[in-house]
């Protein structure tokens, strides 16, 4: 697990190689990640966008930005969390994956980003 902290948003994942989704013969390969964003600051936040930055070990980077997190806009108030799992496809064994959310403060309405920790994203047989 890779942690980060930001303004008191504590942002962690973890990642998990998906073999029944994945066809390395056909350089597919797709993993999880499970990001858990924990509210430690005294403001109450609302998470409004997200900006990816994915990397093959082909050298393909590829950008995704949008709205909220898997069809949320959270709301955190102090001492809260929000969790959730989402995928990503590789066209190699390995990559990583880094980027930020865009946050709002509710009580005057600052924005701010807060890092997503760089995760690697490796195939089991590729650690030997």
């Not at 900006?51 to 001492?79: A, C, F, M, Y």
């Not at 799992?85 to 880094?98: A, D, P």
């Amino acid at each position: 697990m890779v942690t980060e902290i930001t303004q008191g948003i504590k942002v962690s994942v973890e990642t998990e190689y998906q073999p029944d989704y994945s066809s390395p013969i056909q350089h597919h390969y797709v993993f999880t990640y499970r990001i858990a964003i924990e509210n430690q600051s005294e403001h109450t936040i609302q998470l409004r966008s997200r900006h990816w930055k994915i990397h093959d070990s082909n050298g393909q980077t590829r950008e995704v930005e949008g709205d909220g997190v898997v069809g949320q806009q959270p709301v955190l108030e102090p001492g809260q969390s929000h969790k959730y799992v989402s995928g990503c496809n590789l066209k190699t064994g390995i990559g990583k994956m880094l980027g930020r959310y865009a946050m709002e403060r509710q009580l005057d309405g600052k924005q701010f980003d807060v890092a997503i920790p760089e995760f690697n994203m490796i195939v089991p047989f590729r650690m030997n």
